[in-house]
T-cell receptor, first 113, second 113 residues
Framework: ETGVTQSPTHLIKTRGQQVTLRCSSQ?????VSWYQQALGQGPQFIFQ???????GRGNFPPRFSGLQFPNYSSELNVNALELDDSALYLC????????????FGPGTRLLVL | GDSVTQMEGPVTLSEEAFLTINCTYT??????LFWYVQYPGEGLQLLLK?????DKGSNKGFEATYRKETTSFHLEKGSVQVSDSAVYFC????????????FGKGTHLIIQP
């Protein structure tokens, strides 16, 4: 069974640029959620995708957007990067209807200069 | 909205000591409750979960009981090891999971030999 994978592992961008982060869900899972974890804080929910549509969203602005593909992999796109976007971005996959248990990838660490 | 409060760290214990990390929550309805662990430089690993009142989740010697009357889900272990050193997050899922997980701020546990 393949776990959740994310790419890249690290990324450095400058303010105003755009970034795309990628996630492959665990085998058999059909739902992907994205989280932002600032240093020393707990993860904050960005949004969730199910059947290629956004299914729920946290308190993040529209410049945070995403996609889910037919193979259940997903992308997180962030436009007009700000310094405060520097964080660890975590992807989690789950199987709808199995008690909301989410399994996390190792994360992508984004630094915005 | 939903929220999770857990004890501030760092918590420093000697090897073989008894561990308790307190977690209380506020949520509508009947959330599922989770403990996740994060080792340095890694993503989150599911440690244990409970989906209804009075359920006890357990794994690797760790236990937590879902207490609806006190809205708590305290993490315990009878004898900690140096390898248990990590950051522990309490989290909840409500609303069918589409709102994502709500996390506490995390408790940094340090076990000294």
């Amino acid at each position: 069974e393949t776990g959740v994978t994310q790419s890249p592992t690290h990324l450095i961008k400058t303010r105003g640029q755009q970034v795309t982060l990628r996630c492959s869900s665990q085998s058999g899972h059909n739902t992907v959620s994205w989280y932002q974890q600032a240093l020393g804080q707990g993860p904050q929910f960005i949004f969730q995708y199910y059947r290629e549509e956004e299914n729920g969203r946290g308190n993040f602005p529209p410049r945070f957007s995403g996609l889910q593909f037919p193979n259940y992999s997903s992308e997180l796109n962030v436009n007009a990067l700000e310094l405060d976007d520097s964080a660890l971005y975590l992807c989690a996959s789950s199987l709808r209807g199995t008690g909301e248990t989410q399994y996390f990838g190792p994360g992508t660490r984004l630094l915005v200069l | 909205g939903d929220s999770v409060t857990q004890m501030e760290g760092p918590v420093t214990l000697s090897e073989e000591a008894f561990l308790t990390i307190n977690c209380t929550y506020t949520a509508t309805g009947y959330p599922s409750l989770f403990w996740y662990v994060q080792y340095p430089g890694e993503g989150l690993q599911l440690l244990l979960k409970a989906t209804k009142a009075d359920d006890k989740g357990s794994n690797k010697g760790f236990e937590a009981t879902y207490r609806k009357e006190t809205t708590s889900f305290h993490l315990e272990k009878g004898s900690v090891q140096v390898s248990d050193s990590a950051v522990y997050f309490c989290a909840l899922a409500s609303g069918g999971g589409a709102d994502g997980l709500t996390f506490g701020k995390g408790t940094h546990l340090i076990i000294q030999p």
